[in-house]
């Protein structure tokens, strides 16, 4: 695995791409076939999801979500990564935004430096594909989000067609992706990590999801 504390090229090279529109669009399509417009149309929707709440965004990279946040209101938001690199990427591009109230942390998904129920709101875009243990990372967002607290990511899966899994076995061998699941093994850890509601649709090789907290999964309370 690569260890994104220290990892440069790769996660730059992914910011870029997602930063603008226009080239993620055509990149979606090209690796994963998928139809990435909805991955866009979701953040700006965060407009309203964020209004009001607390709201947890992690693997927060480049800071893509925070193009889709109320330009003001009574909310509170925590960016955090993994990556040096993508941290810095991200109080940048929160510079060049105006947002001036985001709280930057460097950390790893799988022990939150949060207490339990913090959380309104979850946003994982792009990052769980990357996690060695997704099943893990999941629980933790889980546990800091209150009851009923929602999750809204994105991840790449496997089952989108041969190409498609192709890609993920070279990023997968280059050490970029870690455990990378199907749509139905996305849908199975979600609610062994004590989510409800849950909805996966997969695209190609790109699964949108969205869930609901319920109580806390078995050794996560």
């Not at 990427?89 to 799988?110: C, E, Q, S, W």
């Not at 991840?155 to 749509?183: E, H, P, W, Y």
Request: aromatic fraction near 10%; include cysteine.
């Amino acid at each position: 695995m690569t260890d994104w504390r220290r990892a440069g090229l790769v996660p730059v090279v992914y910011d870029v791409g997602v930063e603008h529109e226009r080239i993620g669009t055509i990149g979606g399509r090209l690796l994963w076939g998928a139809n990435l417009k909805r991955f866009y149309r979701g953040i700006e929707e965060l407009r309203t999801l964020a209004d009001g709440g607390n709201v947890l965004d992690v693997p927060c990279g480049g800071g893509i979500a925070f193009r889709g946040l109320p330009k003001e209101g009574p909310y509170r938001y925590v960016a955090l990564d993994l990556s040096p690199v993508m941290v810095g990427r991200a109080r940048a591009n929160a510079a060049r935004h105006g947002k001036r109230d985001i709280v930057f942390l460097r950390g790893d998904v799988t022990t939150l430096p949060h207490p339990a129920g913090a959380f309104d709101l979850c946003l994982t875009y792009f990052g769980l594909h990357c996690f060695p243990d997704p099943a893990a990372a999941l629980a933790e967002m889980a546990r800091v989000l209150r009851p009923g607290g929602r999750l809204r990511g994105t991840s790449i899966v496997r089952g989108g067609g041969l190409r498609q899994d192709a890609f993920i076995s070279l990023f997968r061998m280059s050490g970029a992706f870690g455990t990378v699941g199907t749509a139905g093994d996305l849908s199975s850890w979600l609610s062994a990590a004590g989510f409800d509601d849950v909805g996966v649709d997969r695209d190609g090789a790109v699964a949108f999801f969205s869930a609901r907290r319920t109580s806390a999964p078995s050794g996560t309370a």
